[in-house]
């Protein structure tokens, strides 16, 4: 299957710094999708992109879809404690989604 | 008045017994998948179906089964659990294609003794 580079693997981050991690794959998505996953829960959907170049914001979240269309980027700015969780990208090259293997946050209060 | 709802939550069971999962959809979504989530591998697809009685094999089908007997519901079988299947397993509905993102049910924990 297609494999996804999520990076970084985990974080430790002071309250109110921004965060960023991004995802790559070896070849072309035609969506990106980023995921965020609490503890017990199933993932929820944070952000959807579907076009190269695309910047899509959702409260303090920002995501981008590359222009290589082979990576897209996820920003958290002024973190709070309940940003903790998984974070995963899912791309899509054109029959199904594939997901990396996340991101853990951690936010120091 | 969740969308996806999964049962059970949690399961303990012996080696060798078979295993039944259940999801169950309200959405009418053509599309569900089952997924195990175990550390260091991420989601990792184990079938799917995308329709009624139309199901496929994903990446680690291996040791188990799906039936979809009807929309809103898509059974994962495992025919005799092992220890190698301990892990969180994650239905998912879509309504298909790259444009439909994927809604996931809060998931078993499924521990193999």
């Known amino acids: 299957g297609q494999q996804l580079n999520q990076s970084p693997q985990s974080m430790f981050i002071q309250e109110g710094e921004d965060v960023s991690m991004n995802c790559t794959s070896s070849s072309i998505f035609n969506t990106w999708l980023w995921y965020k996953q609490d503890p017990g829960e199933g993932p929820v959907l944070l952000i959807a992109l579907y076009k190269a170049g695309e910047l899509t914001s959702n409260g303090r979240l920002t995501a981008q879809f590359g222009i290589t269309r082979k990576d897209s980027f996820l920003n958290i700015s002024a973190s709070i404690p309940s940003d903790v969780g998984i974070y995963f990208c899912?791309?899509?090259?054109?029959?199904?989604?594939?997901f990396g293997t996340g991101t853990s946050l951690t936010v120091i209060p | 008045d969740a969308g996806i709802t999964q049962s059970p939550r949690h399961k303990v069971t012996e080696t060798g017994t078979p295993v039944t999962l259940r999801c169950h959809q309200t959405?009418?979504?053509?599309?569900m998948y089952w997924y195990r989530q175990d550390p260091g591998h991420g989601l990792r697809l184990i079938h799917y179906s995308y329709g009624v009685k139309d199901t496929d094999k994903g990446e680690v089908s291996d040791g188990y089964s799906v039936s979809r007997s009807k929309t809103e519901d898509f059974l994962l079988t495992l025919e005799s659990a092992t220890s190698s299947q301990t892990s969180v397993y994650f239905c998912a509905i879509s309504e298909g294609g790259q444009r439909s993102g994927y809604t996931f049910g809060s998931g078993t924990r499924l521990t193999v003794v």
């Open positions: 959405e009418n979504h053509r599309y």
């Open positions: 899912a791309g899509h090259p054109g029959n199904q989604f594939y």
